[in-house]
């Protein structure tokens, strides 16, 4: 249980409170955690944070609002209330962030300007890394069951010094029900209908059991099936071949998930397999849509020891097969069949050396093995590297320190990461941070260090490629106007160095990554927050533009030197829940981004076309109501993009693929019950 405290405790205590191992250490029998369900329906603080405690930017426990970065959270309330049915819907409503489409029908995310699908951007689910080993990419749209969410915290801004080379420019952070709360069995239903054709459809079953007679024993098992489309829009190359995307696009996601945890020992799983298709592989339509499978395996066993009552130390071990961009038809131009499988070790000690000064240090060592499934030199398929091999495995060790020290006159915490991988060699990245508060203000200053590793196949197919090197200078202030009242501003510099870009030479038929020239970005961001016993209102602006020296040409708009290719400079968006009645509430949402551009690759003259991109608004509402004539049966309906505007993202470098049409317009309902013998206690 999370007790409260009338007085800032120090670091000590805010270990003992704010973590449920140590909770249990002190009090060696704690009654059960209400179900996060249970706990919304409790008179909770209306600013929601007061009492929520996170360890998304550093390996110390803070408050999340105490957190050593600019975070932005949302708890399962707030993503129920809006309706999102996806990642793309909840990261609409995080300043900083965007989408691009890239090959083979995939979008990912790009944050602040930059382009971050590949290996910039991390993904965490309940502590696991989604990015796959090839490319590190992560993939968005229909990817995850949303009905499983508990809370999503993100990172705006670099992460590598606690989660090393794949958190260069932010970090997302799902925690979804696990086993933590009481008994419990949920199953949700959703049908969505576009204009044209079906949109998403899926059904989610999720239980717990918390054994009384065994206390600390507990399981879960969740199971989601899906099914989606991209987009019922029409696609139009750059050559001027249009498409119909509405049954070409399919986004059909597996989630299972399940684990089992005694006191501090705990096992869990997650497989996920998520089946796509696209029409347009590269820059040009197809004649019937490509199939590409995403298919990932993922365990980890943790646990926890205290030799004494200021040091713990917490093992954790990790094993992840994956196939990625999976397809299995050798006929095909598109066959390609790799598997990945990384075994990895980390032991963190923590040491409450004062009540003012915690330390804490580890060690990370991960092996990475990538193996042909299939023939080489089929399809899209290769080798890994010049010399034919069938086979590749690497090396990376890493060892991380950090200091943070709670004192009357600033908050500091410093750390830094150093890792060496047995293909390129080593990188390090320091961070230093203050934070400090007076009365309802408070301020961060932040200066960190990040990189971007390369992935497997960004080595093989790379011309003797090194990680990236970036540094991010913020600074960010929150006044807090009441309570459940907040407004916070946030400015950035971010400098990317040697960053690693493809090339293809279409004479020699070659392609390649290589570490070329230099990115920039700066800029500001805002949040306001207002909740009260009525419901809530998020309202959120973000801007930036190219700075420095940005000699990337992949990147550059012709005749627009103040944009990327594909990242809006602007974008607003606007959450609200207004409470209607005490279990109806009407929840609209609204979204304004900016013009952008999408770049076709050049002719022969060296010159690219530019198409622009208008400023558009995306308007959804979403009408919740809960308990409907029995406890714990919820109805949801909404309907996302009212205006019916034809929105399309770019891809966000110069590679020849046209605005692919995103967020069509749908009508959609959910059904869910949730079956929780605490509720119905007296």
């Known amino acids: 249980m999370v007790r409260r405290h009338r007085l800032r405790p120090g670091l000590l205590s805010l270990l003992l409170c704010a973590s449920p191992a140590l909770a249990q250490w002190e009090e060696p029998e704690p009654p059960p955690e209400p179900a996060p369900e249970a706990r919304a329906r409790e008179e909770l603080p209306l600013d929601g944070e007061s009492d929520v405690h996170s360890q998304v930017a550093s390996f110390a426990i803070t408050r999340l609002r105490d957190s050593p970065a600019v975070v932005t959270s949302l708890t399962a309330e707030e993503i129920r209330d809006s309706g999102a049915r996806d990642l793309m819907d909840v990261l609409l409503q995080v300043p900083g962030f965007f989408f691009g489409v890239d090959t083979q029908g995939t979008v990912g995310p790009g944050f602040r300007g930059l382009w971050g699908y590949e290996g910039k951007v991390l993904l965490v689910v309940d502590g696991k890394e989604l990015n796959e080993q090839l490319y590190s990419t992560m993939q968005l749209g229909n990817e995850l069951p949303v009905e499983l969410i508990e809370r999503i915290e993100v990172v705006r801004g670099p992460g590598s010094v606690i989660y090393g080379g794949n958190a260069e420019l932010a970090v997302i952070n799902v925690i979804t029900r696990g086993v933590q709360g009481s008994s419990d069995l949920m199953v949700s239903g959703t049908y969505g209908q576009l204009e044209s054709v079906n949109g998403r459809r899926s059904l989610t079953l999720s239980g717990r059991k918390v054994f009384e007679s065994a206390p600390g024993l507990s399981v879960f098992a969740s199971a989601s099936l899906g099914q989606g489309q991209r987009s019922d829009g029409r696609f139009e190359d750059f050559f001027g071949n249009t498409a119909q995307l509405g049954g070409n696009t399919k986004l059909d996601p597996t989630t299972v998930q399940a684990g089992v945890g005694y006191r501090d020992l705990q096992l869990s799983v997650l497989y996920q397999r998520f089946a796509t298709s696209a029409i347009v592989a590269f820059d040009e339509v197809l004649d019937a849509p490509a199939a590409t ?316 076309a530019v198409e622009e991109l208008p400023t558009q608004l995306l308007l959804n509402l979403y009408v919740r109501a809960r308990d409907v004539l029995t406890p714990g049966l919820e109805v949801g309906a909404g309907v996302y993009n009212i205006l019916g505007t034809n929105f399309r993202i770019a891809q966000p470098y110069n590679g020849g693929h046209a605005p692919l049409p995103v967020f069509s317009r749908e009508f959609l309902v959910r059904l869910s019950y949730l079956f929780d013998p605490a509720l119905s206690e007296p």
């Not at 946030?490 to 960053?499: I, L």
């Not at 500001?524 to 207002?530: A, K, R, S």
């Open 293 to 608: 499978d995403f298919e990932s395996f993922h365990a980890e066993l943790s646990n926890r020891f205290r030799p004494s009552e200021r040091v713990e130390i917490i093992p954790r071990f990790n094993l992840t097969l994956a196939e990625p961009f999976r397809d299995t038809d050798q006929g095909s131009e598109f066959y390609y069949e790799k598997r990945v499988m990384r075994l990895r070790g980390r032991t963190m000690a923590r040491w409450a050396a004062l009540d003012y000064l915690q330390l804490t240090g580890g060690v990370d060592v991960a092996s990475d093995q990538g193996r042909l499934e299939g023939p080489a030199d089929v399809g899209l398929q290769t080798a890994f590297g010049a010399d034919g091999a069938t086979s590749v495995s690497y090396l990376n060790v890493a060892g991380f320190v950090e200091a943070f020290s709670e004192n009357p006159i600033a908050t500091v915490v410093a750390g830094a990461r150093y890792e060496n991988h047995s293909a390129f060699g080593s990188s390090f990245v320091p961070r230093l941070v203050l934070l400090r508060a007076f009365g309802p203000f408070s301020g961060k200053a932040l200066f960190s260090r990040a990189f971007r590793a390369p992935g497997i196949e960004n080595i093989s197919l790379g011309a003797d490629v090194k990680p990236e090197r970036t540094t991010v200078y913020e600074l960010e202030g929150t006044l807090r106007l009441g309570e459940g009242h907040a407004l916070s501003a946030n400015a950035f510099d971010v400098g990317v160095s040697d960053p690693i870009i493809y090339s293809y030479d279409a004479v020699t038929n070659e392609e390649a990554y290589r570490n070329l020239g230099r990115l920039g970005s700066r800029g500001v961001e805002l949040d306001y927050h207002l909740k009260g016993s009525w419901g809530r209102v998020a309202l959120s602006y973000s801007f930036y533009a190219p700075s420095g020296r940005n000699d990337v040409a992949d990147y550059q708009v012709p005749g627009h030197s103040n944009a990327f290719t594909g990242m809006p400079t602007h974008k607003a968006s606007l959450s609200g829940s207004l409470k209607l009645k005490p279990w109806l509430s009407v929840n609209p949402t609204a979204v304004l981004v900016g013009r952008r551009f999408a770049v076709d690759v050049p002719d022969d003259q060296g010159r690219s």
